[in-house]
């Protein structure tokens, strides 16, 4: 929550540096000052009420900027104001965006760890992108037995920065969104998928691999093991396939991945990923990952 704080005061400071200038350059022009002539009337209120929505509004900055774009276009002095204030406006507007997507460099703070899966194996992801900002721990979870190497699945518990937006309204299914429209999921994955291939059933080529989405429901109730307490999560269920094993495009299916994922306030979102091969008994009958995401949500 912090980072969302501080990139809130950045931008307060970006447009109090802006009417500081202004009012600075009149004075030294002998002009009076009217803050209204910086960027056309009400635009200073309207930025700054702007920043108060990133606390209210999902999807944050993606909806509101084409908000307030067509509203202004929509009034004849609107559009009238765009004519005088073009260059200026632009300016304004990419700075204060600027300080939002910088803060995605803010580093994330630490994921969900349950004590029921004791020490991660690996803390740090190399293929994870640099941006935006997060933290990722990764857990193999081998069968008691040792004897099926089906009975296998990859854990990994991440906390991401998201900043768009610093409401906790929606910042999990828009985080979901946004990774499976821009196809996020598959770099960090790549460790996973390499562990499976150590471990698993099936040697796999990280890099030859197809994430396809599969139409479930879009959230899942799962129970808190210590707690009793429900908690709804935001969820998506991908087949894993291998582009390698099989000659049909859409490749040969490997596993299931299964993110589940925690919304937060100031820009940041929980989330954990279960990576299981064909064949793992909990496909059938514990699809969602209950055994596992009821210890995260504790």
């Known amino acids: 929550m912090l980072a969302g704080v501080v990139t809130s005061i950045l931008m307060l400071a970006t447009i109090a540096l802006w009417v500081y200038f202004s009012r600075r350059k009149a004075a030294?022009?002998?002009?009076?000052?009217?803050?209204?002539?910086?960027?056309?009337?009400?635009?200073?209120?309207?930025?700054v009420i702007s920043i108060i929505l990133l606390w209210l509004i999902p999807w944050g900055v993606v909806i509101i900027l084409p908000v307030l774009l067509l509203l202004s276009l929509l009034s004849p002095a609107g559009r009238e104001s765009w004519k005088d204030f073009t260059k200026i406006r632009v300016y304004f507007v990419c700075s204060l965006l600027v300080v939002i997507f910088a803060g995605g460099f803010i580093p994330a703070s630490q994921p969900i760890s349950p004590d029921e899966w004791g020490e991660p194996l690996l803390k740090?992801?190399?293929?994870?992108p640099i941006y935006p900002s997060g933290e990722q721990y990764t857990w193999v979870m081998l069968p008691s037995s040792g004897d099926d190497i089906t009975d296998v699945e990859i854990v990994q518990s991440l906390r991401l920065r998201i900043?768009?937006?610093?409401?906790?309204?929606?910042?999990?299914?828009?985080?979901?969104?946004?990774?499976?429209?821009?196809?996020?999921?598959?770099s960090r994955l790549k460790q996973a998928i390499e562990l499976l291939s150590d471990e698993g059933p099936f040697t796999l080529d990280s890099n030859e691999m197809l994430l396809k989405k599969v139409i479930t429901e879009n959230k899942h109730i799962y129970i808190d093991s210590s707690t009793g307490k429900e908690n709804k999560l935001d969820i998506a269920l991908f087949e894993l396939r291998s582009l390698t094993l099989s000659s049909d495009p859409e490749g040969r299916k490997v596993g299931e991945v299964l993110c589940a994922a925690s919304d937060s306030?100031?820009?940041?979102?929980?989330?954990?990923?279960?990576?299981?091969?064909?064949?793992?008994?909990?496909?059938?009958?514990?699809?969602?990952?209950?055994?596992?995401v009821s210890q995260w949500v504790g």
């Open 124 to 128: 740090e992801n190399p293929n994870a």
């Open 265 to 292: 306030w100031g820009g940041e979102v929980d989330i954990v990923v279960v990576v299981r091969p064909r064949g793992h008994p909990g496909l059938e009958q514990d699809r969602f990952a209950e055994s596992l």
């Open 163 to 186: 900043p768009y937006q610093f409401s906790t309204m929606g910042s999990a299914s828009t985080a979901l969104d946004l990774a499976d429209l821009f196809d996020l999921e598959k």
């Open 28 to 47: 030294l022009q002998d002009e009076d000052f009217d803050y209204h002539q910086i960027i056309g009337q009400n635009g200073i209120e309207a930025s």
